[in-house]
């Protein structure tokens, strides 16, 4: 309940924790059954008190997702968002800006590619969650650059991290493992010189 809480005090998505932590309520068996249910809804209370403190400051609780609307993102069908993603990742490669285009493309899947192949290996409330949050993520694109951002939306996404490990375990893990390094170490030179990753 307290890691849920911080969790969702510190990035909204967090309240998505909440069907995943009610799902493995539910499925831990019926002895404290309604006890678990209650400590999975704690993470609620973050938004509610963030809402509450945006109310004594402003007068809106929602200020901040009115807020989201000058940074011109529209709720979205995710297909819509991973179709335009792929079109510019895949023409990127030979225009001077779509370098970003492409390590969007490349970047995300990354984490979600690992995902689609290995989910029947993660536990139920885990892929619950992991779904409800890329849901989220490829819903509200920037229509101009659909997948700007998702990389680092997705980078807390844990169970996508899991799947990485299966994917990548035994003799190839030492050649991805210098794959991820090198493309870290040149997607931070690219961020700290205004590079829009």
Same mark, same amino acid.
């Given at each position: ?22 799902? #493995? ?12 249910? +209650?400590? @999975? &809804? =704690? %993470? !609620? ?49 030979? #225009? ?12 995300? +899947?990354? @984490? &979600? =590619? %690992? !995902? ?82």
């Amino acid at each position: 309940a307290v890691a849920g809480f911080a969790a969702a005090t510190i990035r909204s998505v967090g309240v998505l924790l909440v069907p995943a932590l009610l799902l #493995d309520a539910w499925r831990s068996g019926p002895d404290g059954r309604g006890r678990r249910i +209650a400590l @999975a &809804l =704690v %993470p !609620l209370l973050a938004p509610l008190a963030y809402g509450a403190s945006w109310f004594v400051r402003t007068g809106d609780p929602l200020q901040p997702f009115h807020a989201q609307a000058d940074w011109d993102r529209t709720l979205t069908a995710f297909p819509a968002t991973l179709g335009p993603g792929l079109w510019l990742g895949i023409t990127g490669i030979g #225009d001077p800006r779509g370098v970003y285009w492409t390590a969007d493309l490349v970047v995300t +899947a990354m @984490a &979600l =590619v %690992p !995902l689609a192949i290995w989910w029947r290996k993660i536990p139920r409330p885990a892929l619950l969650y992991a779904g409800l949050s890329i849901l989220a993520i490829l819903s509200y694109p920037l229509p101009a650059r659909p997948l700007l951002s998702d990389p680092r939306l997705l980078v807390v996404i844990f169970p996508c991290f899991w799947a990485m490990a299966l994917a990548f375990r035994g003799k190839v893990f030492g050649t991805v493992l210098v794959i991820f390094l090198s493309g870290y170490v040149a997607l931070s030179i690219a961020f700290v010189n205004w590079g829009f990753i």
